[in-house]
C-alpha cells in the first residue's frame, strides 16, 4: 500500500457524536414545544419529527415549521420559538468529538500527515461545529456541501479535497461511518477507505472497505 500522506474525516458520526446530540436536542424541543401549548403526545410527536428529518434530511433548517404545519396544519411563534430555544440550548451541552479523536488528530498532525474533512453539511454548520469543540485549527482542507452543491456518495466533494491538498487519491485515507455514501464516494475517487464502526448507523453487507477500526485511535496502526 502506497504511504498515507492525509487523512479525510467525515464530520458527523465519524469526528462527531452527531446522532446522540440530534436525538437529545429534538426532544427537548418536542418537550418545550408542549409545554407552549402544542397539543399532541410526546411519542407521536418524536414519531412524526424523526419521520420529516428521514424525508427532507437531518439538515433541514425549517424541520420545526414543517412539523408544525404536519401536527396542527398552522405555523404557531409561540411554540415554534420555543422549540428551536430548547434545542439550541440542549445541542450545545451534547456536541462532543467521540473519544481519543482530539489525542488521535494531534499524533497524526506529529507523523506528518495532513488531516481534512469532506461533510454533507452546509458550510457554517460545519464550521460552527468544529469551532465549538475547538477543532478547527487541526484540518489543513473542510470540504462541505457548499463548495459543490453535491452530497456524497458523489465524487466531486473527495475530488475537491484531493486538488486542494495537492496529494495523489491513493495515499489519502478517507475514514467515515456509512458505507453507502463515505467508503463508495471516496472509492470512486480513488482513495483508501476505512469505516467507523464505532458511529456506524447504516449498515450493508455489500460495501466493504479497505479497513475497520472500533476506535478511532486505532487510526494510528492502519497509517503506521
Not at 410526546?42 to 424523526?50: D, N, Y
Not at 452546509?122 to 463548495?147: C, G, K, Q, S
Request: charged share 30%; proline share 3%.
Amino acid at each position: 500500500m502506497a504511504k498515507i500522506k492525509a487523512v479525510l474525516f467525515d464530520l458527523d458520526n465519524t469526528l462527531i457524536d452527531f446522532m446522540r446530540m440530534k436525538t437529545e436536542s429534538s426532544n427537548a424541543a418536542i418537550q418545550a414545544m408542549i409545554d407552549a401549548g402544542l397539543n399532541v403526545k410526546e411519542e407521536k410527536a418524536r414519531k412524526i419529527l424523526f419521520d420529516l428529518f428521514k424525508e427532507y434530511g437531518i439538515e433541514d433548517q425549517t424541520i420545526f415549521q414543517k412539523f408544525l404545519e404536519k401536527t396542527i396544519k398552522k405555523i404557531d411563534y409561540r411554540i415554534l420559538s420555543n422549540g428551536i430555544a430548547s434545542y439550541r440550548r440542549v445541542q450545545a451541552g451534547f456536541l462532543f468529538p467521540y473519544p481519543h479523536v482530539r489525542a488521535t488528530l494531534v499524533k497524526l498532525k506529529e507523523k506528518g500527515i495532513k488531516l481534512g474533512i469532506v461533510s454533507d453539511a452546509p458550510r457554517m454548520r460545519a464550521w460552527l461545529r468544529l469551532a465549538e469543540m475547538n477543532m478547527t485549527h487541526y484540518f489543513d482542507v473542510v470540504i462541505t456541501l457548499d463548495d459543490t452543491g453535491l452530497l456524497k456518495p458523489n465524487k466531486m466533494p473527495f475530488e475537491k479535497a484531493i486538488n486542494e491538498l495537492k496529494i495523489a487519491p491513493k495515499e489519502i485515507l478517507f475514514v467515515g461511518d456509512n458505507p453507502e455514501r463515505d467508503i463508495i464516494g471516496a472509492r470512486k475517487a480513488g482513495m483508501k477507505t476505512c469505516l467507523a464502526k464505532y458511529g456506524q448507523k447504516f449498515f450493508s453487507g455489500k460495501v466493504k472497505a479497505d479497513f475497520e477500526v472500533n476506535d478511532v485511535n486505532e487510526l494510528l496502526k492502519v497509517v503506521g
